[in-house]
């Protein structure tokens, strides 16, 4: 099992560009859920999905942040147009009942 | 909104020591979960307490919950250098529709 893939790992971009980032869950987990972790804000839920249906986005923080889940193995969370202070480590995370499984992390940084 | 908050904040410690960390949150909850985050990489579930269970063991970790405190601690036994790493609490709030919200985190070091 490869567990929860995340791409890019790194991204450096420029304020204004659009900013897509890629989760592949884990086969058969039925939830998806898009975190942002940062120093001073810690661990935020911005928008999780249970059977590739959004359940809850109140964590977005604004319109210019917008997610989608295709189909069971596929999530993306797209950020356009970008700005510094979306700088975070934005990370994916699956589930099936209990415990979550995360990926790696896509480490966004803006400037 | 942050629901579980740890402390202390960080926790330096010898190899060898326990290590022990407390949450604290505000809601009614079905489950208590623990998560070890290593520097860069994401976080990895450690285990988890039912709202209707008070202590569960899990190797070298030992979790208690008393749901009258709202309060959960982990404690870590017999510490190596490899537990050095960031612990979060995390609680499915049955207000929340199940979702995990996590607490700041401690920072664990274990000194060799």
């Known amino acids: 099992d490869a567990g929860v893939i995340q791409s890019p790992r790194h991204e450096v971009t420029e304020m204004g560009q659009e900013v897509t980032l890629r989760c592949k869950p884990i086969?058969?987990?039925?939830?998806l859920f898009w975190y942002r972790q940062t120093m001073m804000r810690g661990l935020e839920l911005l928008i999780y999905?249970?059977?590739?249906?959004?359940?809850?986005d109140s964590g977005m923080p604004e319109d210019r942040f917008s997610a989608k889940m295709p189909n069971a193995s596929f999530s993306t969370l797209k950020i356009q147009p970008s700005e510094p202070r979306d700088s975070a480590v934005y990370f994916c995370?699956?589930?099936?009942?209990?415990?979550?499984?995360f990926g790696s992390g896509t480490r966004l940084t803006v400037v | 909104s942050q629901q579980g908050e740890e402390d202390p904040q960080a926790l330096s410690i010898q190899e060898g020591e326990n290590a022990t960390m407390n949450c604290s949150y505000k809601?009614?909850?079905?489950?208590l979960q623990w998560y070890r985050q290593n520097s860069g990489r994401g976080l990895v579930h450690l285990i988890l307490?039912?709202?209707?269970?008070r202590e569960k063991h899990s190797g070298r970790l030992r979790v208690t919950l008393d749901t009258s405190k709202k309060s959960s601690s982990l404690l870590i036994t017999a510490s190596r250098a490899a537990d050095t790493a960031s612990y979060f609490c995390?609680?499915?709030?049955?207000?929340?529709?199940?979702?995990?919200?996590f607490g700041q985190g401690t920072e664990l070091s274990v000194k060799p």
């Open positions: 307490i039912r709202s209707n269970e």
């Open positions: 086969s058969g987990h039925n939830s």
């Open positions: 995370a699956s589930s099936a009942n209990y415990g979550y499984t």
């Open positions: 999905f249970n059977n590739n249906v959004p359940i809850d």
């Open positions: 995390a609680t499915d709030d049955r207000g929340q529709g199940g979702k995990l919200i």
């Open positions: 809601t009614s909850i079905n489950n």
